[in-house]
């Protein structure tokens, strides 16, 4: 990989959990600056495009990558494919679908924390499978201890957080808001 374009990409998706991320982040502050919304929908906003990509996104291609790739997968991890990466893999789909169908605006609040809540017990769960790893084998391949170790214990903390502070908002915006003129026949 001379051709500096092909290292780009090539790290771009091997920091896919990041780099997914961030593109969330960025289309979701392109859309503030265009729309402008009220505070509350700001909120929102994000945390709708952090379910399309830090979520959907992400698990999609993360399934792809287990089943479809599972020997490289797993080596990048520095494990053996012996069978985990097609369960893994099916499960991240299934994450990730969850995630696509939360992230629209008018899905409610209950079904964006259950998008949340599943990849969080997967990724806390999965840190401290890292962690055990690297502290019993001295594990330290990219996939291991890179940043896949640090976005699986910050991606359900960021997302936990925009989803309050989301609902917080928009709870408070319906209690400010004036209420309806009754109209008499």
Request: glycine share 10%; aromatic share 12%; net charge neutral.
């Amino acid at each position: 990989m001379d051709d500096p374009i092909s290292g780009i990409i090539a790290f771009l998706l091997m920091n896919f959990t990041v780099t997914f991320f961030v593109i969330g982040v960025i289309v979701a502050a392109i859309s503030v600056a265009v729309r402008r919304p009220a505070r509350a929908d700001v909120l929102a906003t994000f945390l709708n495009w952090f379910l399309f990509f830090a979520i959907g996104v992400t698990y999609v291609f993360n399934g792809i990558m287990h089943t479809v790739f599972g020997d490289m997968a797993a080596a990048s991890i520095g494990w053996e494919n012996n069978g985990f990466q097609a369960e893994v893999g099916f499960a991240s789909i299934g994450v990730g679908i969850v995630g696509f169908m939360a992230a629209p605006r008018r899905m409610p609040f209950s079904l964006k924390l259950a998008a949340l809540v599943g990849p969080a017990c997967f990724l806390w769960g999965a840190a401290g499978t890292h962690i055990a790893d690297i502290i019993t084998t001295g594990n330290l391949a990219p996939n291991n201890a890179g940043p896949v170790l640090y976005t699986d214990i910050l991606i359900p903390i960021i997302g936990f957080a925009l989803w309050t502070a989301a609902y917080v908002a928009r709870r408070r915006q319906a209690a400010e808001a004036p209420a309806p003129i009754a109209v008499t026949a």
